[in-house]
């Protein structure tokens, strides 16, 4: 009898173990949205990170976040970073590490606290008409196993996601007012 409960213990504790084997550690997400304006000024306005506090929701989940800055603004090499007692904004800093001018910009997301992460994210910007732009903003994320067990169970993909869709919702009513 002790010896068949020690095996189901075993069992139920090395299933999640076995689960996570056969579980994606990486997620990708893109949304898009498409702006009544042109590409040049849609770029112009999004290369710029400090930008982001206009239209992104995760500056606005905390009014007293420390943010601090190094570099020059829409350029490589810039980091924005912050600092947020507010467990679901945490601390980090986002760099941007590449751009094409009018069409694309790579960032990198250092997330220190309250996880320790690096994801690349980026957005794009296409020419729809003289007058529309199709905005992509995209990011990767990454989970070691056995942690990966939690990707299905958490979505962070749809929570990501649905973050991001709101972003670019509050982009297109702050330039479409503009």
Do not use: C
């Not at 009898?1 to 299933?15: G, P, Q, R």
């Not at 306005?45 to 239209?55: G, I």
């Not at 601090?68 to 947020?84: I, P």
Request: aromatic share 10%; proline share 5%; glycine share 6%.
């Amino acid at each position: 009898m002790l010896k068949k409960l020690l095996i189901l213990v075993l069992f139920l504790v090395s299933t999640p173990f076995i689960a996570a084997l056969f579980i994606e550690q990486d997620y990708a997400v893109d949304t898009q949205i498409t702006i009544d304006k042109p590409v040049s000024e849609v770029f112009d306005y999004v290369r710029l990170l400090k930008n982001q506090d206009n239209f992104s929701i995760w500056a606005g989940m905390d009014p007293l976040m420390r943010k601090s800055y190094r570099g020059e603004d829409g350029t490589v090499g810039f980091v924005s970073a912050w600092q947020s007692e507010n467990p679901d904004v945490g601390q980090g800093e986002q760099e941007i590490m590449a751009i094409i001018p009018g069409e694309r910009i790579d960032y990198e997301l250092r997330f220190l606290s309250p996880f320790e992460a690096v994801s690349p994210a980026y957005m794009t910007t296409t020419s729809v008409s003289d007058g529309q732009t199709q905005v992509h903003w995209g990011f990767t994320g990454h989970m070691d196993y056995p942690m990966n067990i939690l990707l299905p169970l958490m979505q962070m993909d749809k929570m990501i996601e649905k973050d991001l869709q709101q972003g670019l919702n509050n982009l297109k009513r702050l330039l479409e007012s503009q």
